[in-house]
Structures are given as C-alpha cells and as structure tokens.
C-alpha cells in the first residue's frame, strides 16, 4: 500500500512538472476569445458543460463570434465486455462518439472531426440499483472527459490558423464555382445536335 502511495505521488510531482493539470484543478488558456458554440441538442448536457467551461476558460461564447463549434452529433453504445459469476456479473463497455466541425466566415467549413471516450463498469446482478449508480457515475465521468477532450483540441488552435483555413475554404469555393461557370458556358456555347430525321417508309 505504501509503495502505491509513493507511485501515485511520484507520478504526480513528474506530471505537475510536465505543466500537466488534473481535471478541474485548473483552466485551459485558449487562443480563441470568442466562439460560437451550436449542436443539434441545444439543451443537451454535454453542449451544455462545454459551454460552461469555455466560459470558465475566458472565452466569450456569443452567436455574433467569428467562428462557430458544432457539435453535429453525438453517439453512445454499450456492449458486453466480459461475463464471470455464473453470468450474475458483467463488464459493459460505454462509448460515446462526438463528431464536431468548425465553421468560419458565411459559415463554410474549415475542419471537422470526432472525439471517442471509452469507459468500463460492472454490472452486478445481485445489486441493481448499485449498478445503476455506477453506470450513470460512468457516463457523467465520459461527458467531463469528452468536454476536456474538445478543450485541448481547441487549445491547439489559433485564430491565425483558423483564418489561414478560412482563406484556403474561400479559394477552394472560388475555384469550385469558377470551374462550374466555365463548364457552364463551355455548354452554352456548344452547338447543339438537331436529332436525326428519320425518313417515314
């Protein structure tokens, strides 16, 4: 037990020297002042707690912000691990994806992506109700990993490297529509085929 102590403290002191912080002890400094902040459940929890620590973080959460996080859907499963004890007790693993996307300017697409939280607990047969407990312990547990998750990927972007992508979505919708526009006016300007008269016998 003493030897486990001293671990846990010695990977602490190594990590606390690393500028590492355990959750909630700390704040994620954001280059991102402002941001919009959307999903498809506005009133969902996980939407819900990001909101709350972006704004803990110093970000100004308004729908008037340069750039909108969507949160654009968000998928939990449940499957079998593991059975033991004449199947009265069995290891669930929970997953939980979130696919999000960053919008800029009029709204076009700069990135996109997921975030995937695993997690296991055991479902007891003979105590139910503790296992209940221990499920939803579990997923509130995976919702505050998802929300830090999405706080260190956004901690590694810059509006300088929002912006550069900004300008590389508007070229390629310029080119897009420029090419269109050529094949447009390279078929009106084609001299259409009269059809073929057929002589009548």
Do not use: W
Not at 19 to 40: V, W, Y
Not at 158 to 174: I, V
């Amino acid at each position: 037990m003493i030897k486990r102590n001293l671990l846990v403290m010695g990977l602490a002191v190594v990590l606390s020297a690393c500028g590492f912080q355990l959750r909630g002890t700390g704040t994620t400094e954001l280059s991102i002042k402002e941001m919009d902040l959307r999903a498809r459940n506005a009133y969902g929890e996980t939407v819900t707690e990001l909101r709350e620590s972006l704004k803990r973080n110093g970000v100004n959460v308004h729908s008037g912000a340069p750039y909108r996080l969507v949160l654009t859907d968000e998928q939990q499963t449940q499957r079998a691990a593991t059975y033991s004890g004449g199947n009265r007790s069995v290891e669930y693993e929970l997953t939980t994806v979130l696919n999000y996307s960053m919008l800029g300017l009029n709204d076009i697409p700069l990135l996109s992506d997921k975030i995937e939280v695993r997690k296991i607990y055991v479902h007891d047969g003979d105590n139910i109700t503790g296992s209940d407990q221990e499920a939803t312990q579990a997923r509130e547990e995976m919702r505050r990993d998802l929300v830090q998750a999405m706080l260190v990927r956004l901690q590694m972007l810059t509006p300088g490297h929002l912006d550069e992508l900004q300008r590389e979505a508007e070229e390629r919708a310029k080119a897009e529509a420029q090419a269109q526009e050529a094949a447009r006016r390279q078929q009106d300007e084609t001299p259409q085929q009269s059809p073929m008269e057929v002589p009548a016998n």
